[in-house]
């Protein structure tokens, strides 16, 4: 079987936020729209806190979430207690030629600080929302070749869809 490839799919503000007190911070249903669109059929990886914020498993996707508790188990999703092994175990989940890590910043920052992610999916909403969490400086880790940016406005919002490789 050929490398997956594997991405990080997130919604950021101009100064990479992306949370406050567990929550979005923006909720924008074309953002919604691609997530799904991207993510069906291919196995998702999360923190226990981010699973906490949205509350429920995730459909037509392998879930697997990464947590540090043995005795945290939830119906319809796979345990973890690394990044690594939950890519180890999305390997072998359907749609293994891609595969999602969805947050939150600490799963953000290991995969990226561990080289293990090829593509970014992001959606850069403009604006400062007065975040408490933060992605990190992806230029930093070499993504700067933009395969899409596709500049959009809805529902109060400016952003774009940008996708970046290495």
């Given at each position: 079987?050929?490398?997956?490839?594997?991405?990080?799919?997130?919604?950021?503000?101009?100064?990479?936020?992306?949370?406050?007190?567990?929550?979005?911070?923006?909720?924008i249903?074309?953002d919604?729209?691609r997530?799904?669109?991207?993510t069906?059929?291919?196995?998702?990886?999360?923190?226990r806190?981010?699973?906490?914020s949205?509350?429920?498993?995730l459909?037509?996707?392998?879930?697997?979430?990464?947590?540090?508790?043995?005795?945290?188990?939830?119906?319809?999703?796979?345990?973890?207690?690394?990044?690594?092994?939950a890519?180890?175990?999305?390997?072998?989940a359907?749609g293994?030629?891609?595969?999602?890590?969805?947050?939150?910043?600490?799963?953000?920052?290991?995969?990226?600080?561990?080289?293990?992610?090829?593509?970014?999916?992001?959606?850069?909403?403009?604006?400062?929302?007065?975040?408490?969490t933060?992605?990190?400086?992806?230029?930093?880790?070499?993504?700067?070749?933009?395969?899409?940016?596709?500049?959009?406005?809805?529902?109060?919002?400016?952003?774009?869809?940008?996708?970046?490789?290495?």
């Amino acid at each position: 079987m050929n490398k997956p490839k594997i991405s990080i799919i997130v919604a950021i503000d101009e100064k990479r936020g992306i949370g406050k007190n567990n929550e979005l911070l923006f909720k924008i249903s074309e953002d919604f729209k691609r997530m799904r669109t991207l993510t069906s059929g291919h196995a998702i990886i999360m923190g226990r806190r981010t699973f906490a914020s949205i509350g429920r498993v995730l459909p037509n996707r392998t879930n697997i979430i990464v947590t540090r508790d043995p005795d945290f188990n939830i119906a319809g999703a796979t345990m973890s207690f690394s990044v690594e092994d939950a890519l180890e175990k999305a390997k072998n989940a359907p749609g293994a030629d891609e595969i999602f890590i969805f947050g939150g910043g600490q799963i953000f920052k290991e995969a990226l600080e561990k080289g293990l992610v090829d593509r970014l999916y992001l959606t850069v909403v403009k604006g400062d929302y007065g975040a408490d969490t933060f992605f990190p400086d992806y230029e930093a880790f070499g993504f700067n070749k933009i395969i899409e940016n596709d500049e959009r406005e809805a529902e109060g919002y400016r952003y774009s869809f940008l996708t970046l490789d290495k």
